[in-house]
């Protein structure tokens, strides 16, 4: 009886389950390795199951399967961003960025080979799911940012320090995840403010973007954090008003 | 007599000659179309040379030409960031801007496909030679910023910088080439400025960097116009002091 067990076991998943089941097998093996090292045996193996039924469940093969697993990463990485529009701005954007920054963590070799391009397993069309976690990130933003019909301004100012955050992201990986996260976190939410500042210096939408967020925020939070350190810095350069 | 002007013309050319007609007929092409919409006959016919010919020059075809291209393309992107560091570092860096927008003003749709990814011709090769152009700009930036043996923050933060100057141009393609060259250079200054200022103020290297460069800027230039725009914005945020 004890030597059926497993055999009884394998076959009671229904077709969604066993599904999910190969999928989170795949994900955590695409995480960790580029997919030019992950085989459709390392799957199988993985999900302790056999390499017909990976190709029943998933015909196209690898390409197939590194595809749902993409579609099913950006799932849960568009997730980050959903964020309760409650509060001063940027402590909601510091617990999407703590969120973003805990997935970056977990799939560390995935997400680097993924962004880093030139991957046999790159075509458009996982070209277009990355594609689509940066759009979903940008409404999100210029959503908490409150803007109705936001100006191509500010459109771009955002999707810069999307980007921004992407490149960041990728080389504290590769510096072997320096600084410590909190840090990392805090820069960025400081990075967002300058460039948002910046960019309210000749764009009235964004002014007042800017101007109704600081108002909103505290001395003791990000906000009086950047203003005490950046204070210093440009306090001498009075010649240029 | 005047018939065979054509043939002799077509035989004088230089092994070397040739090679460069081609590279060149190669890369106004490759400027304005995806690789995938460009073949070799369209090469050959540019260049006014038959096929075979094209081919005796490339034998790898087609992605051979491309990543010659690219690279050559490569060459002249890595000559905008030559500036002697003379004068103040805005103007300088303004100048660099201008350089690198012209650039992706000329070669627009290539630049597009080359950076957008999923391109049948994208490989690790091709990867790495737009890599290596990052990497040459955040050199000539950090050496322009004057930092012996930059430290890991003002490193990260002129390579975000350089990514989001990227997806500024990106988008700027996308949009029609707006807002004026001109304005985008300007924008970009001061993005430049915005970003170390914050790094500056939980990094002394870069502050020390930030004080030295505003020291020698000017209320005409353009971190004049920077901080005259953003004073009224940040104005009524004292109670983050």
Chains 1, 2 share one sequence.
Do not use: N
């Amino acid at each position: 009886m004890t030597s059926e067990a497993p055999t009884r076991a394998y076959r009671r998943l229904s077709v969604e389950e066993r599904r999910s089941q190969l999928l989170g097998a795949a994900l955590s093996l695409f995480a960790h390795r580029a997919p030019e090292e992950v085989s459709l045996d390392d799957v199988a193996e993985a999900a302790g199951v056999s390499r017909p039924l990976v190709y029943r469940y998933f015909p196209g093969g690898k390409q197939q399967l590194y595809e749902a697993a993409l579609r099913s990463a950006a799932e849960e990485l568009q997730k980050c961003f959903d964020e309760p529009r409650d509060g001063p701005l940027l402590p909601r954007l510091s617990r999407a960025l703590d969120r973003y920054l805990a997935f970056v963590d977990q799939h560390d070799a995935g997400f680097s080979a993924l962004l880093q391009g030139g991957s046999v397993a790159e075509t458009s069309r996982t070209t277009a799911i990355v594609d689509g976690v940066r759009r979903a990130a940008a409404e999100h933003i210029l959503g908490h940012l409150g803007a109705e019909e936001p100006g191509a301004r500010l459109r771009m100012t955002v999707r810069m320090w999307i980007t921004a955050v992407e490149a960041a992201s990728l080389i504290w990986l590769d510096e072997d995840k320096q600084p410590p996260v909190g840090e990392l976190r805090d820069w960025l939410v400081e990075q967002f403010v300058a460039c948002l500042v910046a960019t309210a210096g000749r764009d009235a939408q964004t002014a007042a973007v800017v101007r109704d967020a600081l108002a909103l925020e505290s001395a003791e939070g990000p906000a009086g954090a950047l203003v005490r350190g950046v204070l210093p810095v440009v306090g001498g350069a009075g010649h240029l008003l």
